[in-house]
Protein backbone atom coordinates (compact mmCIF):
# COMPACT_ATOMS: atom_id res chain seq x y z
CA UNK A 1 0.00 0.00 0.00
CA UNK A 2 2.75 2.54 1.04
CA UNK A 3 3.90 2.48 -2.94
CA UNK A 4 0.41 3.46 -3.72
CA UNK A 5 0.54 5.84 -1.03
CA UNK A 6 3.83 7.14 -2.62
CA UNK A 7 2.55 7.21 -6.24
CA UNK A 8 -0.65 8.71 -5.50
CA UNK A 9 1.68 12.09 -4.47
CA UNK A 10 2.72 12.07 -7.91
CA UNK A 11 0.80 15.60 -9.60
CA UNK A 12 1.05 12.99 -12.81
CA UNK A 13 -0.44 10.10 -10.87
CA UNK A 14 -4.10 9.71 -12.30
CA UNK A 15 -5.64 8.57 -9.16
CA UNK A 16 -6.21 9.13 -5.74
CA UNK A 17 -6.99 7.27 -2.69
CA UNK A 18 -10.23 8.15 -1.43
CA UNK A 19 -10.14 5.87 1.62
CA UNK A 20 -8.37 2.96 3.12
CA UNK A 21 -10.77 0.05 4.29
CA UNK A 22 -9.84 -2.93 6.61
CA UNK A 23 -11.70 -5.86 8.30
CA UNK A 24 -8.94 -6.08 10.40
CA UNK A 25 -8.21 -3.02 13.45
CA UNK A 26 -4.44 -3.84 13.58
CA UNK A 27 -4.01 -3.82 10.06
CA UNK A 28 -0.84 -1.70 9.48
CA UNK A 29 -2.05 0.07 6.62
CA UNK A 30 -4.49 1.89 8.33
CA UNK A 31 -1.81 3.40 10.44
CA UNK A 32 -0.02 3.96 6.87
CA UNK A 33 -3.07 5.57 5.72
CA UNK A 34 -3.69 7.84 8.60
CA UNK A 35 0.16 9.11 8.86
CA UNK A 36 -0.47 10.02 4.98
CA UNK A 37 -3.86 11.91 6.22
CA UNK A 38 -5.88 9.33 4.00
CA UNK A 39 -9.68 8.68 5.37
CA UNK A 40 -9.67 5.09 6.53
CA UNK A 41 -12.95 2.68 7.81
CA UNK A 42 -12.74 -0.49 10.11
CA UNK A 43 -15.18 -3.04 9.27
CA UNK A 44 -14.33 -6.16 11.25
CA UNK A 45 -15.70 -9.09 10.09
CA UNK A 46 -15.78 -10.64 13.35
CA UNK A 47 -18.56 -8.24 14.53
CA UNK A 48 -20.85 -9.62 12.10
CA UNK A 49 -23.42 -12.65 11.81
CA UNK A 50 -23.09 -13.11 8.10
CA UNK A 51 -20.64 -12.37 5.34
CA UNK A 52 -23.56 -11.13 3.15
CA UNK A 53 -23.92 -8.40 6.58
CA UNK A 54 -20.21 -8.07 6.90
CA UNK A 55 -20.18 -7.06 3.04
CA UNK A 56 -23.23 -4.89 3.19
CA UNK A 57 -21.45 -2.34 5.60
CA UNK A 58 -18.33 -2.57 3.39
CA UNK A 59 -21.01 -1.44 0.19
CA UNK A 60 -21.97 1.26 2.17
CA UNK A 61 -18.83 2.53 3.35
CA UNK A 62 -17.20 2.56 0.29
CA UNK A 63 -20.05 4.09 -1.65
CA UNK A 64 -20.01 6.91 1.36
CA UNK A 65 -16.21 7.39 0.00
CA UNK A 66 -17.67 7.78 -3.92
CA UNK A 67 -15.30 4.98 -5.05
CA UNK A 68 -13.92 4.13 -8.42
CA UNK A 69 -11.81 1.12 -8.03
CA UNK A 70 -11.28 -0.86 -5.57
CA UNK A 71 -7.84 -2.41 -4.78
CA UNK A 72 -7.58 -4.99 -3.22
CA UNK A 73 -3.77 -5.26 -0.75
CA UNK A 74 -3.69 -7.14 1.62
CA UNK A 75 -7.60 -8.20 1.99
CA UNK A 76 -7.48 -11.55 2.53
CA UNK A 77 -10.99 -12.18 2.75
CA UNK A 78 -13.00 -14.08 -0.25
CA UNK A 79 -15.45 -12.02 -1.32
CA UNK A 80 -19.07 -13.37 -2.58
CA UNK A 81 -20.27 -13.17 -5.80
CA UNK A 82 -22.78 -10.78 -5.35
CA UNK A 83 -20.53 -8.05 -3.59
CA UNK A 84 -18.30 -9.11 -6.97
CA UNK A 85 -21.23 -8.05 -9.34
CA UNK A 86 -21.96 -4.58 -7.53
CA UNK A 87 -18.66 -3.61 -8.84
CA UNK A 88 -17.87 -5.03 -12.36
CA UNK A 89 -14.48 -4.26 -13.57
CA UNK A 90 -14.03 -1.43 -10.46
CA UNK A 91 -11.98 -3.92 -8.57
CA UNK A 92 -8.05 -5.40 -8.69
CA UNK A 93 -6.30 -7.56 -7.20
CA UNK A 94 -2.57 -8.59 -6.96
CA UNK A 95 -1.56 -12.40 -6.67
CA UNK A 96 1.83 -13.44 -6.42
CA UNK A 97 1.93 -15.73 -9.36
CA UNK A 98 2.11 -15.71 -12.98
CA UNK A 99 -1.65 -16.47 -13.26
CA UNK A 100 -3.08 -18.60 -14.38
CA UNK A 101 -0.73 -20.52 -12.25
CA UNK A 102 -0.84 -21.08 -8.58
CA UNK A 103 -4.13 -19.93 -7.28
CA UNK A 104 -4.48 -19.66 -3.82
CA UNK A 105 -1.67 -19.82 -1.49
CA UNK A 106 1.24 -21.17 -1.21
CA UNK A 107 2.27 -19.86 -4.75
CA UNK A 108 6.23 -19.54 -4.01
CA UNK A 109 6.21 -23.27 -2.73
CA UNK A 110 4.19 -25.00 -5.27
CA UNK A 111 6.39 -22.85 -7.93
CA UNK A 112 9.49 -23.85 -6.82
CA UNK A 113 8.51 -27.89 -6.09
CA UNK A 114 7.41 -28.00 -9.27
CA UNK A 115 10.96 -26.68 -10.81
CA UNK A 116 9.48 -23.86 -12.54
CA UNK A 117 12.41 -21.42 -13.32
CA UNK A 118 10.34 -18.10 -13.50
CA UNK A 119 7.31 -16.97 -11.62
CA UNK A 120 6.00 -13.38 -10.45
CA UNK A 121 3.21 -11.27 -9.94
CA UNK A 122 0.01 -10.54 -11.92
CA UNK A 123 -2.65 -7.98 -11.66
CA UNK A 124 -6.40 -8.55 -12.29
CA UNK A 125 -9.39 -7.73 -12.29
CA UNK A 126 -11.53 -9.63 -9.55
CA UNK A 127 -14.50 -12.06 -11.01
CA UNK A 128 -16.47 -14.23 -8.58
CA UNK A 129 -13.80 -16.91 -9.14
CA UNK A 130 -10.67 -16.73 -7.20
CA UNK A 131 -7.44 -15.39 -9.13
CA UNK A 132 -9.71 -16.03 -12.14
CA UNK A 133 -10.05 -12.19 -13.43
CA UNK A 134 -8.79 -11.09 -16.84
CA UNK A 135 -4.87 -9.86 -16.43
CA UNK A 136 -4.31 -6.35 -16.41
CA UNK A 137 -0.80 -6.73 -16.43
CA UNK A 138 2.24 -9.31 -15.10
CA UNK A 139 5.49 -8.81 -13.51
CA UNK A 140 8.61 -11.88 -14.40
CA UNK A 141 10.83 -12.91 -11.74
CA UNK A 142 13.85 -15.83 -12.17
CA UNK A 143 14.02 -18.57 -9.57
CA UNK A 144 17.40 -19.09 -8.82
CA UNK A 145 18.34 -22.84 -8.24
CA UNK A 146 19.01 -22.39 -4.37
CA UNK A 147 15.59 -20.17 -4.01
CA UNK A 148 13.19 -20.84 -0.99
CA UNK A 149 9.84 -19.64 -0.80
CA UNK A 150 11.13 -16.67 1.47
CA UNK A 151 13.43 -15.67 -0.81
CA UNK A 152 11.78 -15.77 -4.36
CA UNK A 153 8.59 -14.32 -2.19
CA UNK A 154 10.95 -11.19 -0.98
CA UNK A 155 11.90 -10.81 -5.01
CA UNK A 156 8.69 -10.83 -5.87
CA UNK A 157 7.20 -8.27 -3.51
CA UNK A 158 9.43 -6.03 -5.48
CA UNK A 159 7.74 -6.58 -8.31
CA UNK A 160 4.66 -6.09 -6.84
CA UNK A 161 5.51 -2.59 -5.57
CA UNK A 162 5.91 -1.78 -8.97
CA UNK A 163 3.09 -3.12 -10.83
CA UNK A 164 0.50 -2.15 -9.11
CA UNK A 165 0.32 1.54 -9.34
CA UNK A 166 1.28 0.77 -12.87
CA UNK A 167 -1.90 -0.95 -13.15
CA UNK A 168 -4.02 2.05 -11.25
CA UNK A 169 -2.30 4.09 -13.45
CA UNK A 170 -3.00 2.20 -16.57
CA UNK A 171 -6.71 2.17 -15.56
CA UNK A 172 -7.39 5.44 -14.27
CA UNK A 173 -5.57 6.53 -17.39
CA UNK A 174 -8.28 4.49 -19.50
CA UNK A 175 -6.09 2.82 -21.15
CA UNK A 176 -7.61 -0.38 -20.39
CA UNK A 177 -11.10 -1.83 -19.58
Not at 107 to 133: M, P, Q, Y
Request: aromatic share 6%; charged share 30%.
Amino acid sequence: MLSIIESCKDTDFPAEISVVLSNRPDAGGIALAQDAKIATEIVDHKKFKSREDFEDEIQARLKNHDVDLIVLAGFMRILTASFVAEWPDQMINIHPSLLPDYKGLNTHERAINDGKTVSGCTVHFVSEDLDSGAIILQKRVDIHKDDTPDTLAARILEQEHKAYPEAIKTIASSRIK
